[in-house]
C-alpha cells in the first residue's frame, strides 16, 4: 500500500510564486537556462540551474555550482522570499492548459515504496544522468524539483479535492506559456488524515514523468540511511518530494520522430519498403494520425497515412505500442536505425511543438518525419504493471510541472 505523506513545505511568499517558478531543470540547455535568469532574476532556475551564475569558463558540474544553489536557496529562505510552512500539509497543484483540468495532491512518496514496486517505473534510467540531481539534491539539502506520480482516480480523494477547491488558493498566476497554475493548502487534521488513509488504499502508483529525478532522490535518501545507520524510516530523507495526478485528468501528447536520411533509398523506394506492412495513402493536408495503429508521414513535401495492417498488430504491452512497431517495422527494417538512443540520425520532437515543427525539419535538416499518435495513460499503466519498460521518448507529458512551488527539506542542518 502506498505511503504518501504531508509535509512541511518551504514555498514562495505569495506575491512572488510566479516569478519564481520555473519549467523543469531538464527543459532548458544552458545557453537558455542562462538568458531565462537573465530576463527573470528569481527564476527558480538560479538554483535549479546554478551555473547560470557563472561564466560558460566554470564547468557546469563544478563543486561550486552545487554550492551555489544551496547558498541561493537558504538566502531566500533566510530573506523572506521563501516561507517555511507551521505544519504538516498536503497541497493541491492544479494546472489549466487550453481548457482543460487536471488537479495533482503534492507530497511526499516513499524511497521504499520506489524500491518494493509500489511506485511504478516504465523507463530506464542512466547512471551518469542522475549524478548532476543527486549532488544537487544532497548539497543543497532539499528536493526542488517534484516527480509526476499518477494513480487510478479515487472518489475519496477527488471529494477533498473538490471541497478543497471551493477555497481561495494560496497562488494563481498564470505563466508566459498561457497555463494557469492554482495551489492550495490542505491543512485541515481531518482532510489530512483522510488523503493518508485513501492513498494507503492504493497498490500501486507511477511515475508518469521524471524518472531520472526519482532515481536520483532515491539515491540520495539511500545515502543518508548509510550516513545515519541507526535512522527509524521516520526521517524526511526516506521520502521525495512528488505531484500526484488522478489518471482519467492526464493527457498524454504524442511524441514525433524525425530521420535525417533514407538510408540510401529513394522516397519511392522508402514508400515501397513500408508498404508491406502498412496501408499507405497520400493526404491533401497536414493531418495528426486519428486512431492507434495509424502514423501520418511528411515525405518531400507530401503527408501521407500509414495503418498498420491486421495482421501486424500485436496485444503485448511493450511490442504493440505504436512507438514499438514504428521501430521494429520501419525504423530498423527500412532505415537501418538499430538503436534509437545513439543512432545520430534520428531526433524526437514533443508534441507540444504541433507538426509545423516536424514540416520545419525536414525542410531544414532531416529528410522524413513520423507524426505518432499519443501512447495512453491505460497503456503505460499496462507496461509498468507488466514490470516492462516502454522505447525512450514514448510518452510526452503537457503540461509541465513547474519548480520552486515547493520544496521539501531533508534534515536540519
Known sequence: MAEIRPFVSIRPQRG???????????????????????????????????????????????????????????????????????????YLYELTMNGRVQTGVAACASIDDYENGIIKKHENTRAEKEVDRIRHVDVCNAQTGPIFLAYRADDGIRRIVEKTKQGEPEYDFTSEDGVRHRVFVIREDAD???????????????????????????????????????????????????????????????????VRELNGLTPEEFLSGIKKVFDVEKLDKTEHPKRKGQVTLFLEDKWYLLTLKPEYENCDPVEG?????????????????????????????????????????????????FAMYPTSIGELFAVADAGLLMPPKSTWFEPKLRSGLFIHKLTEE
Open 192 to 258: 489530512i488524515a483522510a488523503i493518508h488513509e485513501a492513498f494507503a488504499g492504493i497498490d500501486s502508483i507511477y511515475i508518469a514523468d521524471g524518472h531520472h529525478r526519482a532515481a536520483s532522490a532515491v539515491k540520495v535518501g539511500q545515502k543518508r540511511r548509510k550516513e545515519h545507520p541507526g535512522y527509524t524510516g521516520e526521517e524526511e530523507f526516506n521520502y521525495f518530494l512528488s505531484v500526484l495526478f488522478p489518471d482519467d485528468e492526464l493527457m498524454i501528447m504524442d511524441y514525433n520522430r524525425v
Open 321 to 369: 505500442l505504436d512507438v514499438s512497431i514504428l521501430q521494429k517495422q520501419i525504423l530498423e527494417p527500412v532505415l537501418g536505425i538499430q538503436d534509437p538512443k545513439t543512432d545520430k540520425r534520428i531526433d524526437f520532437v514533443g508534441g507540444i511543438r504541433g507538426l509545423s515543427e516536424l514540416e520545419r525539419r525536414v525542410h531544414t535538416d532531416m529528410k522524413v518525419a
Open 16 to 90: 512572488k510564486a510566479a516569478e519564481i517558478a520555473a519549467l523543469p531543470y531538464d527543459v532548458y540547455n544552458r545557453e537558455e537556462a542562462t538568458k531565462e535568469v537573465e530576463r527573470h532574476p528569481q527564476s527558480f532556475l538560479s538554483i535549479d540551474r546554478a551555473e547560470t551564475q557563472f561564466p560558460l569558463s566554470v564547468d557546469m558540474y563544478d563543486d561550486k555550482v552545487y554550492e551555489r544553489a544551496h547558498d541561493t536557496l537558504w538566502q531566500w529562505v533566510e530573506d523572506g522570499t521563501f516561507l517555511t510552512e507551521d505544519k504538516k500539509c498536503y
